[in-house]
């Protein structure tokens, strides 16, 4: 699902359709800050980035001016900054209790040293902390070391941006002897993991924001720190072995594209479903007890060669002047690739990336043609330009010769892949209006190259099962009617529409807001031989979908979703309650806000921050005048899927019931 690897969006490849590149534009959890990376840094067409621009918006939900002056917490917008800053909270929380308990016993344990061996607090050390606490948690006898000061951290927990959270290990010379000590401070570090000590070069402190009128306590700070070196490696996560081990990408550590490269896949998957457990605890406002517990990370049966959309970039043609870096006017041809991580040759840089292992073998082809091709033509170009690589693939039966034929082309530019049954030819195309055409188990898939579908194929399959295994209740306790109508809500050219339409009764509906996407969809469903009964589009904004439906039974109606990052909006959610379907799937590219919307559903109404539960009512009384209760959910399953293995990103699937047929 993701649009970009080191943070660039799909654009141009020829230099007469060449997007300009004004400023890559890493996300940044406050400006001047190291970019925090997630596998999504660019919004899709529809999407959000949430890239909060000032300085309140990043350390506190914007609030919205309601009549009379009164103002509300705005939702959640599930960006990484927010993220991000919910982590440090938590974090910071965990630190105040485990010092406070600490605190009540004599000489309490501060540290375990480089050996493990205890270190203690002296009573005045104690007394210190006593002080910072009266501070609000900030130590007010901390200094703060200058940014561009290296330091040392342990590493004590990870973000679900994938950066390390870190303590600064300080040394007190006391009367007794050099103690070790950890401050309060949290220091967000890429490339590290929990246990890990980190040699890091500080790059900000965030300043303590001022609270608003009527908010209750400080927000708390972080700093940002580059990492340099692992000093220590974490005797649980790191290979004893070393990195290299598991590190195959010679840019890992540069590139803003992977975070989890030195992980073991198995490591990958458990931080995974942290993730999801965490988005639920931080954004979906419901108790413990209203969530399950999340099942286990389903693996991508690909762990690297698995994008089959890579979109690197370069800066400018011959005498594009640099704005951010050395100033210098390129000469030459310049980088091409994907962001830096801030700290490795200068924030918002180019790095030039000659080959990436997550790409597939036909992206990766297409990238050394492409890179050759802008090198040579590099002074035709008037501005710099993104470059979309996009698998595509000609199945053609086992044996046939038509799979020679295509292959016969180029054969140097050409991937196959032989099953028993038929020959896929894989190639890279590199205009976006092209129609890349791509295999779901036997459903075939086309779509303009440059539009949204989903980024890791080998993932689809057994997404799709899950997702078709999922859309009936596993028990019939009968309550419910029979399940006979699918509606797939965000359906772009039809993946769920398509794959699912044989699996009830009624067959599909999908809706988009794309009209492009539509008419791929209409194409995907005759080239599936699904006729219209069976299998049905509409172009328009979801919320209207519910008018175009009304002669689906809700009782006999599942929902399946999958908004875009920012997930679905105030409208939509009060009409889905509305409407109140018997069951509803939600696929979702950001757990975070899908936890927000599920809170939602789960709660029975849309408090949106647009007055104090006021769409709640008007739900309630819709649903209630049609002579039945207002609806509500119940989480029946949540379960992190991993398509894109070596970064932190993760994609979630929630399955709710109706309340009353639980
Ligand atoms: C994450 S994609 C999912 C596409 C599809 N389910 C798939 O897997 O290929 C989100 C889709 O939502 C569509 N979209 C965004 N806002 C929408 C809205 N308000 N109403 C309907 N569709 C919308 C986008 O055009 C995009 O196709």
């Given at each position: ?542 919320a209207?979908?519910f ?7 809700p009782?006999?109606?599942?929902v399946?979703l ?6 679905c909006d105030a409208p939509f959610l009060r009409q889905l309650l509305a409407y109140a379907p018997a069951?509803i ?12 919307d599920v809170g939602m559903l789960v709660r029975g109404h849309v408090d949106w921050?647009?007055?104090?539960n006021?769409a709640a009512s008007t739900d309630a009384v819709a649903r209630t005048?049609n002579?039945k209760p207002p609806a509500r959910y ?22 709710l019931?109706r309340v009353?047929?639980?």
């Amino acid at each position: 699902m993701a649009e970009s690897v080191g943070g660039q969006a799909v654009a141009a490849a020829q230099p007469e359709l060449a997007t300009p590149v004004k400023e890559p534009s890493a996300k940044r959890p406050y400006p001047g800050s190291s970019p925090v990376q997630t596998d999504r840094q660019l919004p899709q067409k529809n999407g959000s980035n949430g890239n909060g621009g000032n300085r309140k918006q990043q350390h506190r939900p914007p609030k919205k001016k309601l009549k009379g002056g009164k103002r509300l917490k705005a939702v959640t917008d599930g960006s990484a900054e927010e993220v991000l800053l919910a982590d440090v909270q938590a974090l910071q929380r965990v630190l105040k209790t485990k010092q406070d308990r600490e605190a009540a016993e004599a000489e309490p344990v501060l540290f375990h040293g480089q050996n493990g061996e205890e270190v203690r607090a002296t009573t005045a050390e104690v007394a210190d902390e006593a002080k910072i606490e009266e501070a609000g948690g900030h130590d007010p006898e901390e200094d703060l070391p200058e940014p561009g000061t290296e330091i040392d951290l342990d590493v004590v927990d990870l973000s679900s941006t994938g950066e390390g959270l870190a303590v600064q290990r300080k040394i007190h010379t006391l009367n007794d002897g050099p103690k070790l000590r950890r401050r309060r401070r949290i220091y967000v570090v890429s490339f590290s993991v929990p246990g890990d000590i980190v040699r890091a070069k500080v790059y900000r402190h965030l300043p303590q924001p001022k609270p608003s009128p009527g908010e209750d306590g400080v927000p708390p700070t972080y700093s940002v720190a580059d990492f340099i070196e692992v000093i220590r490696p974490s005797p649980e996560l790191r290979d004893p072995l070393g990195d290299s081990n598991r590190v195959r990408c010679q840019y890992f550590g540069r590139c803003s594209g992977c975070q989890y490269q030195m992980l073991d896949y198995a490591e990958q998957l458990r931080i995974k479903r942290r993730v999801v457990e965490r988005a639920y605890r931080h954004f979906s406002q419901l108790p413990p007890e209203s969530v399950p517990a999340v099942r286990d990370t389903m693996p991508s049966p690909l762990q690297y060669g698995y994008r089959t959309k890579l979109t690197p970039h370069f800066d400018g043609p011959p005498g594009f002047r640099r704005k951010n870096k050395a100033r210098h006017t390129l000469t030459e041809v310049p980088e091409i690739g994907f962001m830096a991580k801030a700290g490795t040759g200068g924030a918002r840089a180019t790095l030039d990336i000659e080959s990436c292992p997550i790409g597939t073998p036909a992206v990766g082809l297409g990238m050394t043609r492409e890179r050759a091709r802008v090198a040579r033509d590099f002074a035709n170009y008037s501005k710099g330009a993104t470059i979309l690589l996009r698998e595509s693939t000609k199945r053609c039966p086992a044996g046939a010769e038509s799979a020679g034929d295509a292959a016969a082309g180029d054969a140097a530019d050409v991937v196959r892949v032989e099953t028993e049954a038929y020959t896929d030819v894989k190639t890279c195309i590199t205009d976006n209006n092209a129609t890349s055409t791509e295999y779901v188990d036997d459903y075939v898939f086309t779509n303009p190259a440059g539009s949204f579908f989903q980024n890791n194929n080998s993932i689809l399959p057994p997404l799709t099962a899950y997702v078709r295994e999922n859309v009936l209740p596993q028990t019939t306790n009968g309550k419910g009617k029979e399940l006979r109508y699918l509606i797939d809500a965000y359906s772009g050219s039809g993946l769920f529409t398509i794959t699912l339409a044989s699996t009830l009764p009624g067959g599909s509906i999908g809706i988009d807001i794309a009209d492009q996407s539509i008419a791929y969809a209409r194409t995907n469903a005759q080239l599936n031989n699904l006729p219209p009964e069976r299998c049905r589009f509409l172009a328009a904004d979801a919320a209207q979908l519910f008018q175009s439906v009304i002669e689906y039974d809700p009782d006999e109606t599942v929902v399946v979703l999958d908004p875009p990052r920012k997930g679905c909006d105030a409208p939509f959610l009060r009409q889905l309650l509305a409407y109140a379907p018997a069951r509803i799937v939600y696929v979702s590219c950001n757990v975070h806000t899908q936890a927000r919307d599920v809170g939602m559903l789960v709660r029975g109404h849309v408090d949106w921050g647009t007055g104090d539960n006021g769409a709640a009512s008007t739900d309630a009384v819709a649903r209630t005048e049609n002579g039945k209760p207002p609806a509500r959910y119940e989480i029946e399953s949540l379960r992190g899927f991993d398509f894109f293995p070596q970064t932190a990103h993760v994609e979630g699937i929630a399955v709710l019931n109706r309340v009353d047929l639980v």
